[in-house]
């Protein structure tokens, strides 16, 4: 008798059909059939619901009083590097490339499980509901290995300098756009750079990286020509959207209208913003605890989706940043501290620093 087929209808998936995506070290299949590359910060990868996906124009506001937009940019840009994918860095400096010195380098393992042995430390209280691990899928698992390969999101240590032989190759590209007094150039170079990673149905073979400092810098000819930066970044946005690459882009609110301003933040897919924190707010220490172990805070606006319509509900939308041990750089929800003003374990974890309660009112 011959063998009985199986019988399938309209709501039954194939499962024959479908296989798993070959993707290259770096890259990770999130839902939706969406690809992630690493923000090289984990919190900031779990923040978003994996990592910036590919095709993707993450933009970030900088602060007039301090440099922390640099921390997220040398990250994201010593991740790659560590991943082996082709990076293309511009900025106003004169030698760009000599800006590839500073960036920090991966952890070895002795830090890393002195690091995991503090957050086990630190979850020792969240005990009860450990039988729910279970249901988290493995694309939460951010830091993880993967296979045994290497890790998709890596602990940067900012004491230690990325070795030499991470950027000295050929798949590093820096570009000076001090000196230009168009973009017509610019549009070239990254259209160039963008066609090596053709979107193809199926596996990916490499993703690049593009990081921009600070675009509307007054060292730049073109920094009063307000449309031409516009025209530029909905030209990058349109070629990422055909081609398997990230694009960073940092800039400083402040010099720019606020009419134009609102444009840059709508053409982003993904975007954030840095602020420092005031050297003596009393005030503010008093309402949050560990508030002397801050350096900032990071505001998370906008969080892209792709291929789905489902909105992105976050659980807090500002978060400290830290530097752990003065090395690693964490973000963290913010804590209320005790009405009281005794230490201890704080209480309240507030969702969005936008909110007010009767005791007080935050406000960034």
Known sequence: MAASKTRTSSFSRNLSSVSSP???PGVKCGPNGTFFVSSGIP????????GFPLGSLVMVMEDAEAPHHMLLLRNFMSQGLVHNQPLLYASASKDPRGFLGTLPGPSSTKDDKSRNHDVSEQEKGLRIAWQYKKYFSDNQQIDGSRDGKQEFCNDFDLRKPLERHFFSG???DCVSIKESSNLNALHNRFSSFLAQFPRNEGSISCAGRIAIQSLCSPQCEFSNKDWDMLSFIRFLKSMLRSANAVAVITFPPSLLSS???????HMSDILLSVRAIPDEDKELGQLLTGYQDMVGFLNVHKVSRI?????VILEATTFSIKLHR???LVLECLNQAPIDGSSGSSYGTSASCSGSSKTSAIDF
């Open 22 to 24: 070959q993707t290259p």
């Open 43 to 50: 919190d900031l990868d779990k923040i978003l619901g994996g």
């Open 170 to 172: 050929q798949r590093v």
């Open 259 to 265: 009419s134009f301003c609102k444009r840059w933040q």
């Open 307 to 311: 291929n789905t319509q489902v909105p």
């Open 326 to 328: 003065r090395r690693f």
